[in-house]
């Protein structure tokens, strides 16, 4: 199947089910009210209502039925892709004010594309279609969402952090390639160097941040918030560009993140998108003369792909499939991609015409339209991708979906198995309980007591534990920024273990 007719079917699909979601019972519900009996047995009248909808771009602009990187590539107006270059000036924010809304003429257009598919049999990206559809880089799928008012709100997590903030330092660490391999080495002892700060706000970092292994958005995060003092100096020509961009992406990062806006804090917000796209513009602009090529990992994950490709054509997987589960494994990736020279890789440069930097400057509008980006943010949903890591990391990293499944049914079984127990231990406390006022023994009473306390005790127990052991605190340090609990000495080692107060220190005076 061609890959544009799979994408669309796809697409057909996401907006049959939605369609089916968004039928005339939940819309009736949203207008006169559902009659749903509460857990407290009073009949109360429920609106269900759709607000917000915050996801990554795919899935928005699968959603928007706009094409994925098309030449219009914004779900909510109508900017071609070649403007992105120019985000946060008065032009930019003039072409924003030309929003997608349903009106006749989408519908019109997206109705003639179908019956030329439909009743013509022609393709769905055919010459017709295109010519009616291209231009503002519609898609031939009736969207669910045209009966609906929903929005869409921007997401940090995706748009900032794993977006801008992860591009710029990629861009930088091959500049600093392009500068000497010393520079890299450097930048990464002085990233590890940073000591930690506070309860997992600022994380150690053990790996060298140049390879960026298995980085998740908050170790993005991490680094945008510590980036000026490993940066400084280490490419003298720019070293003002750097330290410029990353202090003003740190401050709209920061200004992102607030929890609690005021009319006050949303004009700074303005001042300060402004100025952070100004100096990712200058970035680009002033950067794009120094020739920079792709990172060693960089390389190294595109030669992997293009041999998993290669693996994958039909010539190939017949041959998989002649030879029979007797096979010897294919090899791993030759050492010449990862050990070649610099020339092996290819040339790249800072691309910021992406939507996640045009969505940046919609951000201080959606805090006043949706209130703080934090309450909508994709980072708790995306929170619940770390159970399948985990466990992921437990099998054997060939037929892993069973045996994620087996260990998610365990788990699901020895916690169903605790609940047992507990109720049980409570019943068996209190028909002891009852048995001893009928019998007026001591003995029982005492014994559901007992069994009460330690059902009791071992709840409490587990739900005030700690899930990391708090390290020793160094006899020096005075003061820590932590929710952690300082380890107190025993007082026959208070004498030794304590550091004395400092002599001219105006604390102990
Ligand atoms: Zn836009």
Same mark, same amino acid.
């Given at each position: 199947?061609?890959?544009?007719?799979?994408?669309?079917?796809?697409?057909?699909?996401?907006?049959?089910?939605?369609?089916?979601?968004?039928?005339?019972?939940?819309?009736?519900?949203?207008?006169?009210?559902?009659?749903?009996?509460?857990?407290?047995?009073?009949?109360?009248?429920?609106?269900?209502?759709?607000?917000?909808?915050?996801?990554?771009?795919?899935?928005?602009?699968?959603?928007?039925?706009?094409?994925?990187?098309?030449?219009?590539?914004?779900?909510?107006?109508?900017?071609?892709?070649?403007?992105?270059?120019?985000?946060?000036?008065?032009?930019?924010?003039?072409?924003?004010?030309?929003?997608?809304?349903?009106?006749?003429?989408?519908?019109?257009?997206?109705?003639?594309?179908?019956?030329?598919?439909?009743?013509?049999?022609?393709?769905?990206?055919?010459?017709?279609?295109?010519?009616?559809?291209?231009?503002?880089?519609?898609?031939?799928?009736?969207?669910?969402?045209?009966?609906?008012?929903?929005?869409f709100v921007p997401d940090v997590l995706h748009e900032v952090e794993l977006g801008v903030v992860k591009a710029l330092f990629i861009h930088i660490v091959r500049l600093l390639y392009a500068h000497g391999d010393s520079a890299v080495s450097e930048l990464d002892a002085r990233f590890r160097q940073i000591p930690t700060f506070g309860r997992a706000t600022i994380r150690k970092f053990l790996r060298n941040v140049s390879e960026m292994k298995q980085f998740a958005a908050r170790d993005y995060e991490d680094i945008i918030q510590c980036a000026l003092p490993p940066l400084e100096g280490l490419y003298p020509q720019f070293n003002k560009l750097l330290l410029d961009v990353c202090f003003d992406l740190a401050t709209f990062h920061g200004?992102?993140?607030?929890?609690?806006?005021?009319?006050?804090?949303?004009?700074?917000?303005?001042?300060?998108?402004?100025?952070?796209?100004?100096?990712?513009?200058?970035?680009?602009?002033?950067?794009?003369?120094?020739?920079?090529?792709?990172?060693? $990992?960089? /390389?190294?994950? =595109?030669?992997? @792909? *293009?041999?998993?490709?290669?693996?994958?054509?039909? +010539?190939?997987?017949? #041959?998989?499939?002649?030879?029979?589960?007797?096979?010897?494994?294919?090899?791993?990736?030759?050492?010449?991609?990862?050990?070649?020279?610099?020339?092996?890789?290819?040339?790249?440069?800072?691309?910021?015409?992406?939507?996640?930097?045009?969505?940046?400057?919609?951000?201080?509008?959606?805090?006043?339209?949706?209130?703080?980006?934090?309450?909508?943010?994709?980072?708790?949903?995306?929170?619940?991708?770390?159970?399948?890591?985990?466990?992921?990391?437990?099998?054997?990293?060939?037929?892993?979906?069973?045996?994620?499944?087996?260990?998610?049914? $365990?788990? /699901?079984?020895? =916690?169903?198995? @605790? *609940?047992?127990?507990?109720?049980?231990?409570?019943? +068996?406390?209190?028909? #002891?309980?009852?048995?001893?006022?009928?019998?007026?023994?001591?003995?029982?009473?005492?014994?559901?007591?007992?069994?009460?306390?330690?059902?009791?005790?071992?709840?409490?127990?587990?739900?005030?534990?700690?899930?990391?052991?708090?390290?020793?605190?160094?006899?020096?340090?005075?003061?820590?920024?932590?929710?952690?609990?300082?380890?107190?000495?025993?007082?026959?080692?208070?004498?030794?273990?304590?550091?004395?107060?400092?002599?001219?220190?105006?604390?102990?005076?």
């Amino acid at each position: 199947m061609p890959d544009a007719v799979e994408t669309h079917l796809k697409r057909e699909l996401m907006h049959a089910v939605w369609d089916m979601l968004l039928d005339d019972d939940f819309i009736k519900a949203c207008d006169d009210g559902l009659e749903i009996l509460c857990y407290d047995k009073i009949l109360r009248d429920v609106f269900p209502w759709i607000y917000l909808y915050g996801a990554d771009y795919p899935e928005r602009v699968l959603l928007a039925t706009v094409r994925n990187m098309g030449g219009c590539p914004c779900p909510r107006c109508f900017i071609k892709k070649l403007q992105i270059a120019e985000t946060g000036m008065k032009r930019d924010m003039q072409r924003r004010q030309n929003i997608r809304k349903v009106d006749h003429w989408w519908l019109a257009q997206i109705e003639k594309a179908r019956t030329g598919i439909f009743n013509r049999g022609l393709g769905v990206n055919s010459a017709f279609v295109e010519a009616l559809l291209k231009d503002n880089s519609w898609v031939p799928t009736r969207n669910a969402f045209a009966k609906w008012q929903i929005m869409f709100v921007p997401d940090v997590l995706h748009e900032v952090e794993l977006g801008v903030v992860k591009a710029l330092f990629i861009h930088i660490v091959r500049l600093l390639y392009a500068h000497g391999d010393s520079a890299v080495s450097e930048l990464d002892a002085r990233f590890r160097q940073i000591p930690t700060f506070g309860r997992a706000t600022i994380r150690k970092f053990l790996r060298n941040v140049s390879e960026m292994k298995q980085f998740a958005a908050r170790d993005y995060e991490d680094i945008i918030q510590c980036a000026l003092p490993p940066l400084e100096g280490l490419y003298p020509q720019f070293n003002k560009l750097l330290l410029d961009v990353c202090f003003d992406l740190a401050t709209f990062h920061g200004m992102a993140k607030l929890r609690l806006h005021t009319n006050k804090a949303v004009a700074d917000f303005r001042v300060v998108t402004t100025d952070m796209c100004a100096s990712i513009r200058k970035f680009a602009r002033d950067t794009q003369k120094i020739k920079t090529f792709e990172t060693p $990992r960089e /390389r190294d994950r =595109r030669s992997k @792909r *293009a041999q998993a490709a290669k693996q994958r054509t039909p +010539a190939n997987a017949a #041959a998989n499939a002649t030879s029979g589960s007797t096979a010897a494994p294919q090899p791993p990736l030759t050492a010449p991609a990862a050990t070649g020279s610099i020339s092996a890789r290819r040339e790249k440069v800072f691309n910021v015409e992406t939507p996640k930097f045009h969505s940046l400057a919609y951000y201080p509008d959606s805090v006043k339209e949706h209130g703080s980006l934090d309450s909508h943010t994709t980072q708790n949903s995306e929170g619940a991708h770390r159970k399948p890591k985990l466990m992921y990391g437990k099998t054997n990293k060939r037929n892993h979906v069973p045996q994620i499944a087996a260990h998610d049914r $365990r788990q /699901r079984l020895l =916690r169903r198995m @605790r *609940a047992r127990r507990e109720e049980e231990l409570v019943q +068996a406390a209190k028909k #002891a309980a009852g048995a001893a006022e009928n019998s007026e023994g001591a003995e029982d009473v005492r014994k559901a007591a007992r069994a009460h306390r330690t059902v009791t005790s071992t709840i409490l127990r587990e739900a005030l534990q700690p899930n990391e052991v708090t390290p020793r605190a160094a006899p020096d340090h005075h003061h820590r920024i932590s929710g952690e609990a300082i380890p107190l000495p025993h007082d026959g080692e208070r004498s030794t273990r304590m550091a004395p107060p400092p002599e001219n220190s105006s604390c102990y005076k």
